[in-house]
């Protein structure tokens, strides 16, 4: 079984600052990860997704992942907040075998002050 | 090139009453998923087909809900007898295929109001 924890429902940052979402998976087999951002009243687009290439992974709009095996952790980082990155950001682990349906976690709020 | 779209955007419907919602998955894109996110309940996976086989209807929660695909083109979810709790934004996503290096891309829903 596969599982996604998303370890904060809320952060808030100030513009220019340093954004650190934190997401943690539980896969039997080497998984695939992704980000998602949600802006109100829109669909889920990728920011950016590991599937066993580089640990280090780089996405849309500045943001960028590491995979870690050893923590099972694939936190999402930005150097620097601007008031555009205010959304919904979700983690998402895919299937190992069959359908490759998305399990994703509870999602993290990010609220960025001017 | 076009997206994927779902219509309607907003629907609100009496308890108890029947809804199809529609899906057009980007073209060529051979997998096809849906995803309900509701408040209670965060995203969850309903059903998701693949090409001309059989559709993976594993995480539909009641057997009030079914969907259908003809081919690799339209798909629509159908929910009989409305509950309250079906309330939520209901999201389509395909994918050119369902491999390691494949991405869904996602529509950006319907939102169903049950009243």
């Known amino acids: 079984a596969q599982s996604v924890t998303q370890l904060d429902s809320h952060v808030s940052v100030s513009e220019g600052t340093p954004v650190l979402l934190r997401c943690n998976y539980s896969?039997?087999?080497?998984?695939?990860l992704f980000w998602y951002v949600q802006h109100p009243n829109k669909g889920l687009q990728l920011l950016l997704k590991?599937?066993?290439?580089?640990?280090l992974v780089k996405g849309i709009n500045g943001f960028e992942a590491e995979f870690k095996k050893s923590e099972t952790s694939f936190h999402l980082t930005k150097p620097s907040a601007h008031m555009s990155d205010a959304a919904e950001y979700f983690c998402?682990?895919?299937?190992?075998?069959?359908?490759?349906?998305?399990?994703f976690g509870s999602g993290t709020r990010l609220q960025v002050q001017p | 090139g076009a997206g994927v779209s779902q219509s309607p955007s907003n629907k609100v419907t009496e308890k108890g009453k029947d809804v199809e919602l529609r899906c057009d998955p980007i073209?060529?894109?051979?997998?096809l998923y849906w995803y309900r996110q509701s408040l209670g309940q965060g995203l969850e996976f309903l059903i998701y087909?693949?090409?001309?086989?059989?559709?993976?209807k594993s995480g539909l929660p009641s057997d009030r809900f079914s969907a259908e695909r003809t081919g690799e083109s339209v798909s629509t979810l159908t929910i009989q007898r409305t509950q309250q709790e079906d309330s939520a934004v209901y999201l389509c996503?395909?994918?050119?295929?369902?491999?390691?290096?494949?991405?869904?891309?996602f529509g950006p829903g319907t939102r169903l109001t049950v009243t």
């Open positions: 590991y599937t066993s290439a580089a640990t």
């Open positions: 073209s060529g894109h051979t997998a």
């Open positions: 896969s039997s087999y080497s998984p695939s």
């Open positions: 087909f693949q090409g001309n086989s059989a559709p993976d």
């Open positions: 998402a682990v895919r299937m190992d075998t069959g359908r490759r349906a998305l399990t």
């Open positions: 996503a395909s994918s050119s295929g369902s491999g390691q290096g494949y991405e869904q891309y």
